[in-house]
Structure formats: structure tokens, C-alpha cells
């Protein structure tokens, strides 16, 4: 069973910078694409970034030129460095591993970890 833990969150001012980790233990994920995701208050949780197995990477339109997506399979481990962040980033930071369309969709196929509290301040 994989589990997966998130960490690097906290609270930041607007245009500041932090950057997301997510350590995968319980099996090697480097067959698999890698997505961050992100719930706000209230809302469904959606994906913000992912990672193919290749090293290609989507962002959404609304992330674009502020995050990157990074992994490293030695470690298993996937990144998020998040830049020029605004009060709208603010959520709970998902990862997960699986299956990423060419239409940008992504099926996660783990267990959901706890996710890491991103807070942008104005």
C-alpha cells in the first residue's frame, strides 16, 4: 500500500515562494505521472500540476510561469515550487500518482495523504 506525505506548506505573504514535497513510500512510483493538486475551502479539489513519467509536465493555466513541477524516482519523491504566490492559492496541496491523459486529465490512483496547508496572506 502506498502512502503518501506531503509537507512544506505554511503561511506566506502574497508574492512570496515555498516549496511543496511529497515522499512516496510502498512502491516505486517512476512508472507513474505525478500531480499536485489543490482543494480550497469549498471547493473540490483540482489538479494544479503533473509529471509523466518521462519528465513532461503540465501546468494549468492559472499556475503557468508562477509553479514547477519537479520529481526525482531515486527518491520517490515528487516537488512543487510555487512562485509570485497570490491569496487565491490558498488550500490543502495534494500529490498522487497515475495515469495523465493528453486532455489533461489525471486518474489518481492512491490513497489520498493528508495534504500540506498552503496559506498566501495579502
Known amino acids: 500500500q502506498v502512502q503518501l506525505v506531503e509537507s512544506g506548506g505554511g503561511l506566506v505573504q502574497a508574492g512570496g515562494s515555498l516549496r511543496l514535497s511529497c515522499v512516496a513510500s510502498g512502491r516505486m512510483l517512476s512508472s507513474n505521472a505525478m500531480g499536485w493538486f489543490r482543494q480550497a475551502p469549498g471547493k473540490q479539489r483540482e489538479l494544479v500540476a503533473a509529471?509523466?513519467?518521462?519528465?513532461?509536465?503540465n501546468y494549468v493555466d492559472f499556475v503557468k510561469g508562477r509553479f514547477t513541477i519537479s520529481r526525482d524516482d531515486a527518491k520517490n519523491t515528487v516537488y512543487l515550487q510555487m512562485n509570485s504566490l497570490k491569496p487565491e492559492d490558498t488550500a490543502v496541496y495534494y500529490c498522487n500518482a497515475g495515469i495523465f491523459g493528453g486532455s489533461g486529465t489525471f486518474r489518481s490512483l492512491e490513497r489520498w495523504g493528508q495534504g500540506t496547508l498552503v496559506t498566501v496572506s495579502s
Open positions: 509529471v509523466t513519467s518521462g519528465g513532461k509536465t
